[in-house]
């Protein structure tokens, strides 16, 4: 079990490092073709895309605790009748078999293991320090033999459920004192906990991707064989649709980065696409980012692709 969750915090350490890095390091315009005759590039939404992802990493979190999670521990004992030869004169006395049983959330078998010779039960107090140094109560059913104890389950009852533990002990101590009982079931079924981790990890799954989706996506078709620019605009992947232009590259006179002042702390650089009419299209603004701005040398670089792209022969 430990050596698991080792693992599964060095696979997210992995992940956050390699978001961190996509956030820092990646370029929010996203070149897909370059050719002599076509040029393609999209403008995404980097910050709600490592939001959304990470919210993800939330709902994988949980996934695995369903895996990984006891939701059901049932104990099962049984009295064994033993015939015992003292002096030729043969009794009867029996003896306690048990078998504490695991499940999986499906139902399936996850370990079994036998305890012979039960004698007793008792709830166990422990003690833990919490960051801010408050003492938390916490509560173990061990089952005891005459060789060993043993937890009733790997995870401890809180203070709020101690009332349950108690009652497990009870129900335990109630069959020893009774011969004649023959059986005895203990179930703890925590398969609600189970339905509650299903529910967080489709919940964040889904809100990670709506956050994603909900960035605007801008793709840019610079096309000479058909002497066309394409602009589409979209949200939510496109589902609901595109707001696409089309204009013609013998329209286009320049294209340049252009810084806009809205005050005295505020500046906002644009990509604008200058045509024969006079009309300034913008293309790339620095809210379409997500994060530091478009990047005032990304923009630049952009403007230097496209220029070359359109006075290449």
Same mark, same amino acid.
């Given at each position: 079990?430990?050596?698991?969750?080792?693992?599964?915090?060095?696979?997210? %350490?992995?992940? /956050?490092?390699?978001?961190?890095?996509?956030?820092?390091? /990646?370029?929010?315009?996203?070149?897909?073709?370059?050719?002599?005759?076509?040029?393609?590039?999209?403008?995404? !939404?980097?910050?709600?895309?490592?939001?959304? %992802?990470?919210?993800?990493?939330?709902? @994988?979190?949980?996934?695995?605790?369903?895996?990984?999670? &006891? !939701?059901?521990?049932?104990?099962?004992?049984?009295?064994?009748?033993?015939?015992?030869?003292?002096?030729?004169?043969?009794?009867?006395?029996?003896?306690?078999?048990?078998?504490?049983?695991?499940?999986?959330?499906?139902?399936?078998?996850?370990?079994?293991?036998? &305890?012979?010779?039960? #004698?007793?039960?008792?709830?166990?107090?422990?003690? *833990?320090? /919490?960051?801010?140094?408050? #003492?938390?109560?916490?509560?173990?059913?061990?089952?005891?033999?005459? =060789?060993?104890?043993? !937890?009733?389950?790997?995870?401890?009852?809180? /203070?709020?459920?101690?009332?349950?533990?108690?009652?497990?002990?009870?129900?335990?101590?109630?069959?020893?004192?009774?011969?004649?009982?023959?059986?005895?079931?203990?179930?703890?079924?925590? =398969?609600?906990?189970?339905?509650?981790?299903?529910? #967080?990890?489709?919940?964040?799954?889904?809100?990670?991707?709506?956050?994603?989706?909900?960035?605007?996506?801008?793709?840019?078709?610079?096309?000479?064989?058909?002497?066309?620019?394409? @602009?589409?605009?979209?949200?939510? %992947?496109?589902?609901?649709?595109?707001?696409?232009?089309?204009?013609?590259?013998?329209?286009?006179?320049?294209?340049?980065?252009? $810084? %806009?002042?809205?005050?005295?702390?505020?500046?906002?650089?644009?990509?604008?696409? @200058?045509?024969?009419?006079?009309?300034?299209?913008?293309?790339?603004?620095?809210?379409?980012?997500?994060?530091?701005? $478009?990047?005032?040398?990304?923009?630049?670089? #952009?403007?230097?692709?496209? *220029?070359?792209?359109? =006075?290449?022969?």
């Amino acid at each position: 079990m430990e050596n698991t969750n080792s693992l599964l915090n060095y696979v997210l %350490f992995a992940i /956050d490092l390699i978001l961190i890095c996509d956030l820092v390091r /990646d370029k929010n315009i996203q070149i897909y073709e370059q050719t002599q005759n076509k040029l393609r590039f999209i403008v995404q !939404p980097k910050l709600l895309r490592f939001i959304g %992802f990470f919210i993800g990493q939330i709902g @994988i979190i949980y996934l695995y605790a369903i895996f990984m999670f &006891i !939701p059901v521990t049932q104990l099962d004992c049984n009295h064994v009748l033993q015939n015992i030869d003292t002096s030729n004169i043969e009794q009867k006395s029996s003896k306690i078999i048990c078998q504490l049983i695991e499940f999986d959330f499906f139902g399936h078998q996850k370990s079994q293991k036998q &305890i012979s010779g039960l #004698i007793g039960s008792r709830l166990e107090k422990q003690t *833990k320090t /919490d960051r801010d140094g408050k #003492i938390i109560y916490q509560y173990q059913v061990q089952l005891l033999t005459k =060789t060993e104890s043993l !937890p009733f389950r790997r995870t401890t009852y809180s /203070d709020y459920f101690s009332e349950e533990a108690e009652l497990i002990v009870l129900k335990v101590k109630n069959f020893l004192a009774q011969p004649l009982e023959k059986t005895l079931v203990v179930k703890q079924d925590d =398969t609600l906990v189970g339905y509650a981790a299903i529910g #967080i990890t489709i919940f964040c799954l889904l809100l990670g991707l709506l956050i994603i989706a909900s960035g605007s996506f801008i793709d840019f078709n610079f096309d000479k064989e058909s002497n066309s620019l394409g @602009i589409s605009r979209y949200k939510w %992947f496109g589902i609901l649709g595109k707001v696409i232009l089309v204009y013609s590259l013998n329209e286009v006179v320049d294209i340049k980065v252009k $810084s %806009f002042n809205y005050g005295e702390d505020s500046t906002d650089t644009r990509v604008i696409l @200058i045509l024969k009419s006079g009309e300034r299209v913008s293309l790339i603004g620095s809210y379409n980012s997500g994060f530091f701005n $478009s990047g005032f040398q990304e923009q630049q670089e #952009i403007v230097k692709t496209i *220029k070359s792209f359109l =006075t290449a022969n």
